[in-house]
């Protein structure tokens, strides 16, 4: 290894250098990494953040001025990506509305069909998922999401015409989709925020799954319902169309309101673009590189933690997935609530999962260990599933499904770990695209695991969820354990190693993983 005097003197050719004229595969220097004992190589295949630090005058961004652009990028970026989110949960659950609105027995669904309605969602999500992801990667983020959203409001509103084979065929394309929302939202979120700002952003956007569990029941199919003789066309075919034209109207928005990356923004000076991009040099990663690397690729499968976070969202994601699409018939069969009452207590757990899920991710500010929250959360949530699944009292049962509703918290808090703790962008989107392959996977079985013959009570289902609640929240502590380990041992590391890596000037946006960057440190 080079030694500090001379890696010094190359760092001033490195700052000076041409970004643009350097080939991509061009090795500008190499640096062995102490805590992996691996040489790490910079290229010219740098973060895309790099070529706007070395343009023009360094910046300084002082505790007020950082505050006021804070503010900024949350007028101008949160309130759309709300919003999208709050509609795309509405298009999830429109099939669950739909099936006590008339669905089944228009289409004539017997036995185990229904499920497959569930379930064929996610197998498109899943079909998609690692396409999805490349496209993200390749083209710019903002405006690729922005067409898939267009095409799935499309292909929702067609809803309303088929049979059963036809809606199987479009639940499908529509999960193909859909299934590029959360990554893209994640890139998004890990572009604009620092590190520690992420979980309650995260927490924030997310959490309007809640707000549109609120409106999809309440605005829209309670009134379709209760006004359903006024309509010539059936209430639950009415349901798919306004969530259609809902969604396509909101395309058109993110495709020409939010910026593909922070330095294109038009709501930016020029000056408080080079103020956006110092404010996440602390963060280790930049806006994102548009090249697939394969050492990177390898890097993600090969980090027990991916593998972890895909445990996660399989455990957590079977609940989900039976929730999601037998909810309403839970209510309406097993606890005896009315159409109008089901539709109306639905609400009740998308308020609980608004109030719940910004509430737990407030509290990280007073304590700031987000992988507490989500392990206390997971805890809870069991304890919920318990009260749905094992008590004969209504209200018990009632109250375990409405609490249940903040259990996206832990999802949560993988997200905003991808979006935080995973640096190197082919990395962050292999890892992003493995963790909802197992959210996927979750929600294709959920509804599967709701067998008809047990209706309407469906014990092996609310079993499944007790269980898998318990293999989430180990799985959840494994991943807090590996954090606090990896952190230990970097702080443990030399200050001359750390040097060496330090003297490399815009360092932060070269685009290396968390493992090559000895300088990253995991947010717990």
């Known amino acids: 290894m080079l030694d500090i005097e001379k890696k010094l003197n190359l760092v001033v050719s490195i700052t000076n250098a041409d970004i643009e004229s350097l080939n991509r595969d061009h090795v500008i220097t190499t640096v062995l990494s102490p805590h992996t004992g691996k040489v790490v190589e910079i290229t ?67 036995g185990d069909m229904y499920s497959w309605t569930g379930s064929a969602f996610y197998l498109g999500y899943l079909a998609f998922e690692f396409p999805a992801a490349i496209s993200l990667q390749r083209f710019p983020v903002v405006n690729t999401v922005a067409i898939y959203i267009i095409i799935w409001g499309v292909i929702l509103c067609l809803h309303s015409v088929p049979g059963y084979e036809g809606f199987i065929a479009l639940r499908t394309i529509l999960g193909a989709f859909e299934s590029a929302v ?50 010539s066309m059936d209430a639950w075919k009415l349901i798919f169309i306004i969530t259609g034209c809902i969604t396509i109207v909101l395309g058109f928005a993110i495709f020409f309101h939010l910026p593909n990356n922070p330095t294109e923004a038009w709501f930016l000076t020029e000056h408080e673009k080079k103020l956006v991009v110092e404010r996440i040099r602390g963060n280790q990663q930049g806006f994102g590189n548009k090249h697939f690397k394969k050492k990177q690729f390898i890097e993600a499968l090969t980090d027990m933690k991916t593998w972890l976070f895909f445990l996660v969202a399989l455990a957590t994601d079977i609940p989900n997935g039976g929730i999601t699409n037998f909810g309403t018939i839970l209510l309406n069969e097993s606890l005896g ?82 979006a935080s703790n995973i640096a190197g962008h082919t990395k962050k989107v292999t890892v992003n695209a493995i963790f909802l392959i197992g959210y996927c996977v979750g929600n294709l079985i959920g509804p599967q695991t709701f067998v008809a013959k047990q209706a309407p009570n469906y014990a092996g289902a609310k079993a499944a969820m007790v269980a898998c609640g318990i293999v989430a929240t180990l799985a959840m502590i494994a991943i807090w354990i590996l954090y606090v380990k990896e952190n230990k041992k970097r702080d443990a590391e030399s200050d001359e190693q750390k040097l060496v890596f330090e003297a490399i000037e815009n360092h932060e946006f070269a685009d290396l993983t968390d493992k090559e960057n000895p300088l990253f440190r995991y947010t717990v």
């Open 44 to 110: 010219g295949d740098v973060d895309e953040a790099m070529k706007f630090a070395l343009e023009g005058e360094k910046v300084t961004l002082d505790e007020e001025t950082d505050r006021k652009l804070l503010r900024k990028i949350d007028l101008y970026v949160l309130p759309l990506i709300c919003i999208l989110y709050a509609t795309q949960f509405m298009d999830k659950l429109s099939n669950s509305y739909a099936a006590i609105l008339g669905l089944r027995k228009d289409l004539h669904m017997v």
């Open 182 to 231: 959360t990554p893209a939202f994640v890139i998004v979120t890990a572009q604009w925020y620092k590190k520690e700002e992420v979980f309650l952003r995260t927490a924030i956007w997310f959490s309007f799954n809640g707000v549109g569990q609120i409106l999809g029941p309440g605005a829209i199919a309670y009134n379709l319902y209760k006004h359903q003789n006024s309509y």
């Open 337 to 418: 609530y009315t159409v109008l009452k089901t539709l109306l207590m639905s609400m009740v757990t998308g308020a609980c999962e608004v109030v719940g899920c910004i509430s737990f991710a407030y509290c990280y500010r007073f304590y700031p260990v987000r992988m507490f929250w989500a392990t206390l959360v997971s805890c809870l949530s069991v304890m919920n599933l318990c009260f749905l699944a094992f008590s004969s009292n209504h209200k018990l049962q009632m109250a375990g499904y409405t609490m249940y509703g903040y259990s996206p918290v832990l999802f949560i808090c993988i997200l905003s770990s991808v």
